[in-house]
């Protein structure tokens, strides 16, 4: 009696201690006698001790940090990257099975990918265009990865350090840009202006009135502030008649000149002779013998 309570008691420690609690996101790969036997979980799982090993592999999604990386673009720039991968254990039988480390593995793979890609690629489309650097990252490391059982999420670069000479060069080439796109922006209002002045030009060479209703509003506008002094410029059109008519009356006058002064007037020469001889007595006459 006492050897079979001693053999129960040893066949309820065992079941007990071949007894594997597993959470709901855990599996747990076992092996009976070095051979691969089932994937169990979760819950209460029953693995022999002894005959019987266990590994658990979780199946939640992991965020690997990759450490920051020496890259050198296609355009020679030097510089430091660092990236994030989000990954998740898509059949733990190939996780456990197929390589010995899968998030050291995962790890290496995503450094290597992230140097090789970025040497690829421009400054410019690095810092400009991380979607489709993110993009050819997760599926590159998802590829060489699935064969291990891996599923990649996404690759992301979190961080681009740049050299300080680089930054400086940068901001220069911003400003430029900023210059040159305020002087476009003052050079297109200026045209625009030019071209609305050359319309309402037209349009006032073609209305007379509309000079005079112009500089009426320029009165009332300035007529509204509160100054001492004002200067009113007077449009030459309105002067214009004026100035024709004194032209006219000017070349009237030179043409009726001549004609007012009467008969033409002696010679120089002619004048001089008469007076001469009357001023001039006879000569006496000669004696008689």
């Given at each position: 009696m006492e050897i079979l309570l001693g053999a129960l008691a040893v066949v309820v420690l065992y079941t007990f201690s071949s007894l594997r609690i597993l959470k709901q996101y855990e599996r747990g790969v076992t092996f009976l006698l070095g051979k691969f036997w089932a994937t169990k979980g979760p819950g209460l799982v029953f693995v022999p001790s002894i005959v019987a090993k266990m590994r658990r592999v979780s199946l939640r999604i992991l965020a690997?940090?990759?450490?920051?990386?020496?890259?050198?673009?296609?355009?020679?720039?030097?510089?430091?990257?660092?990236?994030?991968?989000?990954?998740?254990?898509?059949?733990?039988?190939?996780?456990?099975?197929?390589?010995?480390?899968?998030?050291?593995?995962?790890?290496?793979?995503a450094q290597t990918t992230l140097r090789s890609v970025l040497g690829e690629a421009e400054l410019d489309e690095l810092l400009a265009d991380r979607v489709k650097i993110n993009r050819i990252l997760k599926e590159i490391v998802d590829e060489r990865s699935n064969p291990w059982g891996i599923e990649v999420s996404a690759v992301e670069v979190k961080d681009v350090d740049l050299p300080v000479e680089m930054k400086r060069a940068m901001a220069r080439q911003a400003e430029c840009e900023r210059e040159r796109r305020a002087k476009v922006i003052a050079a297109e209002g200026e045209y625009q202006a030019a071209d609305r002045l050359a319309q309402a030009a037209s349009i006032i060479?073609?209305?007379?009135?509309?000079?005079?209703?112009?500089?009426?509003?320029?009165?009332?506008?300035?007529?509204?502030?509160?100054?001492?002094?004002?200067?009113?410029?007077?449009?030459?059109?309105?002067?214009?008649?004026?100035?024709?008519?004194?032209?006219?009356?000017?070349?009237?006058?030179?043409?009726?000149?001549?004609?007012?002064?009467?008969?033409?007037?002696?010679?120089?020469?002619?004048?001089e002779r008469v007076a001469s001889s009357k001023r001039s007595p006879p000569p006496p006459a000669a004696p008689s013998t």
């Amino acid at each position: 009696m006492e050897i079979l309570l001693g053999a129960l008691a040893v066949v309820v420690l065992y079941t007990f201690s071949s007894l594997r609690i597993l959470k709901q996101y855990e599996r747990g790969v076992t092996f009976l006698l070095g051979k691969f036997w089932a994937t169990k979980g979760p819950g209460l799982v029953f693995v022999p001790s002894i005959v019987a090993k266990m590994r658990r592999v979780s199946l939640r999604i992991l965020a690997i940090d990759i450490k920051p990386q020496d890259v050198i673009t296609r355009d020679n720039v030097s510089l430091k990257v660092n990236a994030v991968l989000y990954m998740r254990v898509r059949n733990p039988e190939m996780a456990v099975i197929e390589i010995e480390d899968y998030l050291y593995a995962t790890g290496q793979l995503a450094q290597t990918t992230l140097r090789s890609v970025l040497g690829e690629a421009e400054l410019d489309e690095l810092l400009a265009d991380r979607v489709k650097i993110n993009r050819i990252l997760k599926e590159i490391v998802d590829e060489r990865s699935n064969p291990w059982g891996i599923e990649v999420s996404a690759v992301e670069v979190k961080d681009v350090d740049l050299p300080v000479e680089m930054k400086r060069a940068m901001a220069r080439q911003a400003e430029c840009e900023r210059e040159r796109r305020a002087k476009v922006i003052a050079a297109e209002g200026e045209y625009q202006a030019a071209d609305r002045l050359a319309q309402a030009a037209s349009i006032i060479g073609t209305e007379t009135p509309a000079l005079a209703l112009r500089l009426l509003q320029t009165i009332v506008e300035i007529s509204s502030e509160t100054t001492s002094t004002v200067v009113l410029p007077i449009p030459m059109d309105l002067i214009k008649p004026f100035t024709e008519l004194a032209q006219k009356v000017t070349k009237s006058a030179e043409k009726q000149l001549p004609e007012s002064t009467g008969a033409q007037m002696p010679a120089p020469g002619a004048g001089e002779r008469v007076a001469s001889s009357k001023r001039s007595p006879p000569p006496p006459a000669a004696p008689s013998t």
